[in-house]
């Protein structure tokens, strides 16, 4: 029983890593050490002290100290889910320089806009690339409302991009502006993310085949003039993790949805349909256009 629990508590803690390190005096009831920081080995003191040995040797768990021990961990990853954040934002406002290679020559399928011939951080059509929530330019561990850009913790508080005041504050702002553009920021030039009238044309336009690139899921996009695109089954990540990958693909729209702006427009596509809804949080694939 013992050692069960103190892997479990090791791992939460190891899961903490270099933050771990950090001063804080919140826990000082925790820091055994008394060396102004909680650390992995306090942590294991700490649950020595929660286990105690009867007359039989059987070993008893003091559940209100490790619940105490388990709350204290909880608390510093959610610290960590607001340092996460509070980098998002700061990486928005300030710019990211362009650090995404970007080899590739825009294709013409003979729509109104020019597409991309892979996803936004891939190196090749079949690569998956970046996973991105919408409006925001910075990758993160995990995607959902709680740790989103643009509102305070839930989808009801949003603070840009807002149409409808149940959501949040308003600003009618029905299109990601530039610097809120991942397309925009990492390749510069001309690129940036299909609007919703542009991704119509992709789906309504052109022919979609289901097929496989080097062992990886996804559809050929073909255009009228015969030219084509590959858009791979890259998944999609929320707070779990990566989701669905080489079974579906999602793609971000730079549009909100004009009637509810609890989300904004994407395409996604399964072995058996290729449709659209709309969300935001949540870390899609992003395939750029130019003019």
Not at 55 to 79: F, G, H, S, T, Y
Request: charged residues 25%; negative net charge; aromatic residues 14%.
């Amino acid at each position: 029983m013992k050692k069960i629990i103190l892997n479990l508590v090791a791992f939460f803690a190891l899961t903490v890593g270099a933050y771990a390190q950090q001063t804080l005096d919140t826990y000082s009831t925790y820091d055994v050490d008394q060396d102004t920081r909680v650390t992995v080995q306090d942590v294991t003191k700490v649950v020595d002290r929660a286990v105690k040995v009867d007359a039989n040797d059987k070993q008893m768990v003091d559940a209100e100290q490790l619940n105490a021990v388990l709350e204290a961990i909880d608390e510093k990853l959610q610290k960590l889910e607001t340092l996460e954040k509070t980098l998002s934002a700061l990486t928005s406002r300030l710019g990211v320089p362009s650090l995404d290679k970007n080899p590739h020559e825009p294709v013409d399928l003979g729509l109104s806009v020019k597409w991309a011939s892979c996803n936004l951080g891939a190196a090749a059509p079949e690569d998956f690339g970046v996973y991105l929530a919408w409006g925001e330019i910075q990758e993160k561990t995990k995607y959902y409302w709680g740790l989103y850009l643009w509102c305070e913790g839930s989808s009801d508080t949003q603070t840009k991009y807002c149409i409808d005041s149940s959501r949040g504050t308003v600003d009618y702002r029905y299109t990601l502006l530039p610097e809120d553009d991942a397309a925009c920021i990492r390749w510069g030039g001309e690129w940036r993310m299909p609007t919703w009238t542009e991704m119509q044309e992709l789906m309504e336009q052109c022919t979609w085949t289901k097929t496989t690139v080097n062992d990886v899921f996804g559809y050929q996009v073909t255009g009228s003039n015969g030219n084509s695109i590959f858009l791979p089954a890259a998944g999609y990540k929320n707070e779990e993790g990566l989701i669905g990958y080489e079974e579906e693909g999602r793609y971000w729209t730079s549009s909100v949805y004009e009637e509810d702006s609890y989300g904004a427009y994407y395409m996604y596509f399964t072995d058996e349909e290729v449709d659209w809804e709309y969300t935001r949080p949540y870390g899609f694939s992003i395939r750029p256009v130019c003019p």
